[in-house]
Nanobody, 115 residues
């Protein structure tokens, strides 16, 4: 079973930046894709960004041009660099992985963007 540990959330002013990290407990080879979802208060969980084992990235329209996902295979880690943060980005961000057709979730990390 792959364990996911996310970190990097915090409080930032609008226009600021944060970098989230998600570490997988085992090699990426069994993981088809990793990334991040988020859930704001009173809203459903939504896709933020994912990246496949071959490096293909996918972004929600609301974060395109502001967020960048990357991976370090040697460290089994995926990063999400979030620039030009907006108050509407405030949410709990959940690390995600697709492993052999099964969706796995890590702990959430809270991102709060003040106006």
């Amino acid at each position: 079973q792959v364990q996911l540990v996310g970190s990097g959330g915090g409080l930032v002013q609008a226009g600021g930046s944060l970098r989230l990290s998600c570490v997988a407990s085992r090699s990426f080879f069994s993981i088809r894709a990793m990334g991040w979802y988020r859930q704001a208060p009173g809203k459903q969980r939504e896709l933020v960004s994912t990246i496949t084992t071959v490096g293909t990235a996918n972004y929600a329209d609301s974060v395109k041009g502001r967020f960048t996902i990357s991976r370090d295979n040697a460290k089994n880690t995926v990063y999400l660099l979030m620039n030009n943060l907006k108050p509407e980005d405030t949410a709990v961000y959940y690390c995600y992985a697709s492993v052999l057709g099964v969706d796995l979730w890590g702990n959430g990390t809270l991102v709060t963007v003040s106006s």
